[in-house]
């Protein structure tokens, strides 16, 4: 993605998060196939999501398709997001520096995932950090995690049962780590059990 349209994306993006037209993306455009956001015609009274596929200007070819959707995912679990921590939220965005910063941490992220859902579970780790519930780290920390964690690992792992090579293969993604001499999961010699950010992430995916 060219440097300065993911720019002005992000701004976008970050501008819109307390946007109040947000509700208007339900559950049947966050689950809109990907041939659908091909058709700049179908996207371009989308709020947010219509303003992204003008930036991109030239025909929307399926990366920009399956970029589209997964920002529509993430924008549609925000909606939880209260009035009151939207307001709070405006006002701290202000900041240009702090906009571009986040804005583009999330720009980034997106556009690596590659599952869509990924999205989802994205925007429920950026809840809590909107509701102050973890901080600008932790949540860039979740979100490299969850970037390189495998989606269905994801989904097992904040399950109250946790299969031992669900933690082994999510070792490399900082959310699981194991030890000798912990009773949480334990396989042979070696028990695993969730770091600070995958218990975060346990949290956040079943609250939200």
């Known amino acids: ?20 037209e947000l509700g208007e993306i339900g559950i049947d455009i966050a689950d809109m196939t990907i041939d659908k956001f091909i058709d700049y015609e179908v996207v ?10 003008k930036i991109i200007k030239s025909t929307i070819g399926i990366k920009d398709a399956i970029f589209l959707r997964k920002i529509s995912r993430f924008l ?3 909606n939880q997001i209260s009035d009151e921590k939207r307001v709070k939220f405006q006002e701290k965005i202000k900041e240009q520096n702090y906009s571009r910063k986040v804005g583009d941490i999330l720009i980034v992220l997106l556009d690596k995932f590659e599952d869509s859902k990924k999205a989802d579970i994205l925007a429920k780790c950026f809840i809590a950090y909107v509701n102050e519930r973890i901080t600008l780290e932790e949540f860039r920390r979740l979100g490299s ?4 964690a495998f989606k269905d690992d994801i989904d097992s792992f ?13 070792l490399p993604s900082g959310l699981s780590k194991f030890d000798v001499g912990r009773n949480f999961e334990n396989s042979g010699n ?14 956040f995916c079943n609250e939200y």
């Not at 904040?158 to 999510?170: D, G, W």
């Open 44 to 53: 371009k009274d989308i709020p947010v999501i219509g303003i992204v596929a």
């Open 1 to 20: 993605m060219v440097d300065e349209i993911r720019l002005n994306i992000a701004s976008e993006l970050v501008k819109n998060i307390a946007n109040s």
């Open 190 to 203: 070696v028990s695993y059990f969730r770091t600070h950010i995958g218990d975060l992430l346990k949290v």
């Open 76 to 78: 549609f679990y925000l």
């Open 145 to 148: 995690a969850i970037n390189i």
């Open 158 to 170: 904040v399950q109250e049962k946790v299969y031992p090579q669900t933690f082994v293969n999510l």
